[in-house]
């Protein structure tokens, strides 16, 4: 098993361009979540989904879509990229939102807007 | 809402020796668990261990345990015989509540000198 992928591993956006994370995960989980990660700061959840077309919110979703079209991929889409979105970004699935599951973690992708 | 500190930014400890990273929670929920995640420079957040609230029993995972206080809401991660490969930060996270999310600290980051 792979577990999570990320694609891409690095990319630098100009301000105002659009760009696509993408995230799969091989372990069949109903759940997968996208978090960001900025210097000195814990991870903060941007979106999650419970299955294949159901989406919800997280803490920090300005700025950011998602989709759930399969239950093995969960892109993040950013629109109109800004300096504020210049982070490390995290994929994450788990079997389950039962409170002893693991979340697994894909590598992350840093992006920097310029 | 539920938060998690450590309050710890930077640790550091000698090799084979023994370091303790604090880390505090508030909830107001009598059921949920806490983890203490590793990211080494990789990126590739790893989990470590996980506690039950409901166990009095403290988690142990090799030389990885826990002390972990209800009362207090404390939750500290003991790394006996420290090695090399222990450098990372390390992430406490508290899973609960009514929307049963991971919530994250900030982090301490940990050097091992040889």
């Known amino acids: 098993n792979a577990g999570v992928t990320q694609t891409p591993k690095f990319r630098i956006l100009k301000i105002g361009q659009s760009m696509t994370l993408q995230c799969t995960q091989d372990?069949?989980?109903?759940?997968m979540y996208w978090y960001r990660q900025d210097p000195g700061m814990g991870l903060k959840l941007i979106y999650y989904s419970v299955g294949a077309g159901i989406t919800d919110k997280g803490e920090v979703p300005n700025g950011y879509n998602v989709s759930r079209s399969t239950t093995e991929d969960f892109p993040l889409r950013l629109e109109l990229a800004a300096p504020s979105q210049t982070s490390v970004y995290f994929c994450a699935s788990s079997y389950s939102a039962d409170r002893a599951d693991e979340q697994f973690f894909g590598p992350g992708t840093r992006l920097t807007v310029l | 809402a539920q938060t998690v500190t450590q309050s710890q930014p930077e640790m550091s400890v000698q090799e084979a020796e023994t370091v303790t990273l604090s880390c505090t929670y508030d909830?107001?929920?009598?059921?949920?668990?806490l983890f203490w995640y590793k990211q080494p420079p990789s990126r590739q957040m790893i989990l470590v261990i996980r506690q039950e609230a409901y166990k009095q029993q403290n988690a142990t995972e090799n030389r990885f345990s826990v002390n972990f206080q209800k009362a207090a809401k404390s939750f500290s991660l003991k790394i006996s015989d420290s090695q090399l490969g222990d450098a990372a930060m390390y992430f406490c996270?508290?899973?609960?509540?009514?929307?049963?999310?991971?919530?994250f600290g900030t982090g301490t980051l940990l050097a091992v000198q040889p």
């Open positions: 909830t107001s929920e009598s059921d949920y668990y």
């Open positions: 372990m069949n989980h109903n759940y």
């Open positions: 996270a508290y899973k609960g509540g009514a929307t049963n999310k991971l919530i």
